[in-house]
C-alpha cells in the first residue's frame, strides 16, 4: 500500500513566517508614518502657496485684500469651507476675535454675495482665481487673516495659515514670522 503525499506546512514553520512578518510590519510602520506625515505638511505647504498666489492676483486685479462688503476697512478673517462652527477652539488671539469672516471662496472661486467687486473697470474682479478651496490635509480649513485698513506704516501682514496637525492655530496675526516655538505647528506663508 503506497502512502499519501501529505505535502504542506507545520505549525512551526507557519508561526515562523508570521513572526517575521509581524517583526517586519513593527520595524516598517514608524518609516511609513513619517512618510505620510512629511507628505501631509508638504501638501500644506504648496496649498498655502496656491491659494496665496491667488490671493495676490485678486488683489492685482481689484486693487485689495479680501474684506467684508458690510466693514471693508474693519479686520477680516475668511476661511476654506461656509460654515465657521468646522473650527470650533482651533482659532488663539487676533484669529479668534476677528469680528469680520467670510468665506474664502466668494472672492477667488465666485463673484457673488456676500463680497461684490466691480464688474468694469481697470479695478475689476477678473477671477475665477482658483477653482476650489480646499480643507487642510488634516481636514481644518486653511485660514486668511486681512488686518484692518489703517495708518500703520509698515502695514501689518497678511497671513494665509494651515493650523497643522494639532488643529490650533498658533501664530500671532500680527507676527512678522511664523513663531519658531517647540508647540508651534502652524503652516503658513506672509503674503505682505
Same mark, same amino acid.
Given at each position: 500500500?503506497?502512502?499519501?503525499?501529505?505535502?504542506?506546512f507545520?505549525?512551526?514553520?507557519v508561526?515562523?513566517?508570521?513572526?517575521?512578518?509581524a517583526?517586519?510590519?513593527?520595524?516598517?510602520?514608524?518609516?511609513?508614518?513619517?512618510?505620510?506625515?512629511?507628505?501631509k505638511?508638504?501638501?500644506?505647504k504648496?496649498?498655502?502657496?496656491?491659494?496665496?498666489?491667488?490671493?495676490?492676483?485678486?488683489?492685482?486685479?481689484?486693487?485689495?485684500?479680501?474684506?467684508?462688503?458690510?466693514?471693508?476697512?474693519?479686520?477680516?478673517?475668511?476661511?476654506?469651507?461656509?460654515?465657521p462652527?468646522?473650527?470650533p477652539?482651533?482659532l488663539? %488671539?487676533?484669529?479668534?476675535? !476677528? $469680528? +469680520?469672516?467670510?468665506? &474664502?471662496? *466668494?472672492?477667488?472661486?465666485?463673484?457673488?454675495?456676500?463680497?461684490?467687486?466691480?464688474?468694469?473697470?481697470?479695478?475689476?474682479?477678473?477671477?475665477?482665481?482658483?477653482?476650489?478651496?480646499?480643507?487642510?490635509?488634516?481636514g481644518?480649513?486653511?485660514?486668511?487673516?486681512?488686518?484692518?485698513?489703517g495708518?500703520?506704516?509698515?502695514?501689518p501682514?497678511?497671513?494665509?495659515?494651515?493650523?497643522?496637525?494639532? %488643529?490650533?492655530?498658533n501664530? !500671532? $496675526? +500680527?507676527?512678522?514670522? &511664523?513663531? *519658531?516655538?517647540?508647540?508651534?505647528?502652524?503652516?503658513?506663508?506672509?503674503?505682505?
Amino acid at each position: 500500500m503506497k502512502k499519501g503525499n501529505n505535502s504542506g506546512f507545520t505549525l512551526v514553520e507557519v508561526v515562523v513566517v508570521v513572526a517575521v512578518i509581524a517583526i517586519l510590519a513593527a520595524v516598517l510602520t514608524p518609516y511609513i508614518t513619517k512618510y505620510i506625515d512629511d507628505s501631509k505638511i508638504a501638501k500644506a505647504k504648496n496649498e498655502v502657496q496656491v491659494i496665496s498666489a491667488s490671493l495676490a492676483n485678486l488683489y492685482k486685479d481689484t486693487g485689495r485684500w479680501p474684506t467684508s462688503q458690510a466693514a471693508p476697512n474693519a479686520a477680516y478673517l475668511a476661511w476654506t469651507t461656509t460654515a465657521p462652527t468646522t473650527f470650533p477652539g482651533m482659532l488663539t %488671539g487676533a484669529w479668534a476675535t !476677528a $469680528a +469680520n469672516t467670510g468665506n &474664502l471662496a *466668494n472672492h477667488l472661486v465666485t463673484n457673488g454675495p456676500p463680497v461684490n467687486y466691480p464688474a468694469t473697470g481697470d479695478m475689476m474682479w477678473r477671477g475665477p482665481y482658483a477653482t476650489t478651496i480646499p480643507l487642510d490635509p488634516w481636514g481644518h480649513p486653511y485660514l486668511v487673516y486681512v488686518p484692518a485698513a489703517g495708518a500703520v506704516n509698515p502695514p501689518p501682514p497678511i497671513w494665509v495659515l494651515s493650523a497643522g496637525p494639532n %488643529g490650533i492655530v498658533n501664530n !500671532a $496675526a +500680527n507676527a512678522p514670522a &511664523l513663531v *519658531n516655538a517647540a508647540n508651534n505647528d502652524d503652516i503658513g506663508i506672509r503674503i505682505r
